[in-house]
Antibody
Framework: EVQLVESGGGLVQPGGSLRLSCAAS????????MNWVRQAPGKGLEWVAN????????NYVDSVKGRFTISRDNAKNSLYLQMNSLRVEDTAVYYC????????????WGQGTLVTVSS | DIQMTQSPSTLSASVGDRVTITCRAS??????LAWYQQKPGKAPKLLIY???SLEGGVPSRFSGSGSGTEFTLSISSLQPDDFATYYC?????????FGQGTRLEIK
């Protein structure tokens, strides 16, 4: 069974940093593009970043470029999102999601982890 | 970036009704479109990919159509479990955007 389990969310002050993790199981993690998608409270979905199977290609939404870094460790079946210089508008539930065929669309999602940026 | 506009924003319907949700892209995206269903407090669930391909395990009452800039998601006979929020998503390698969502509520 495919499982994606996010962790690392919490309350952080504006300007602070946080590192999210996503533990994958039930599939060959190294064979898939992986993504982070976020959802602000009561709002819609926003794609944040994705990373190629070998980690050598990464893409970001403009609003997080230069502040967030996506990475992966295929030996640990894990996806990460390092978030620096956090802003109030980064407050959201962050989901990791699998891209099944490098399309990208997302066939499996984690349960999400809440990041709250507030003073 | 490509903008995705869904209509309506809210749709009221009854069990057994047929409903259609529309998604329009600001420029042509061929058939690079997916549809998701999301229930409160849960992660989105993939329903349709490549505009009209039904994801495995999704009931056949869901269908998608369209190409270019206009797309539709149809539910042929609403079931109680279908009342949720629906999102379209366009995708290419460097630009991925979602519609603002359509809330499907019980009339």
């Amino acid at each position: 069974e495919v499982q994606l389990v996010e962790s690392g969310g919490g309350l952080v002050q504006p300007g602070g940093s946080l590192r999210l993790s996503c533990a994958a199981s039930g599939f060959t993690f190294s064979s898939y593009w992986m993504n982070w998608v976020r959802q602000a409270p009561g709002k819609g979905l926003e794609w944040v970043a994705n990373i190629k199977q070998d980690g050598n290609e990464k893409n970001y939404v403009d609003s997080v470029k230069g502040r967030f870094t996506i990475s992966r460790d295929n030996a640990k079946n894990s996806l990460y999102l390092q978030m620096n210089s956090l802003r109030v508008e980064d407050t959201a539930v962050y989901y990791c999601a699998r891209d099944p065929v490098a399309a990208p669309y997302y066939d499996y999602w984690g349960q999400g982890t809440l990041v709250t940026v507030s003073s | 970036d490509i903008q995705m506009t869904q209509s309506p924003s809210t749709l009221s319907a009854s069990v057994g009704d047929r409903v259609t949700i529309t998604c329009r892209a600001s420029e042509s995206i061929s058939t690079w479109l997916a549809w998701y269903q999301q229930k409160p407090g849960k992660a989105p669930k993939l329903l349709i990919y490549k505009a009209s391909s039904l994801e495995g395990g999704v009931p056949s009452r869901f269908s998608g159509s369209g190409s270019g800039t206009e797309f539709t998601l149809s539910i042929s006979s609403l079931q109680p479990d279908d009342f949720a929020t629906y999102y379209c998503q366009q995708y290419n390698r460097y630009s991925i955007t979602f519609g603002q969502g359509t809330r499907l509520e019980i009339k």
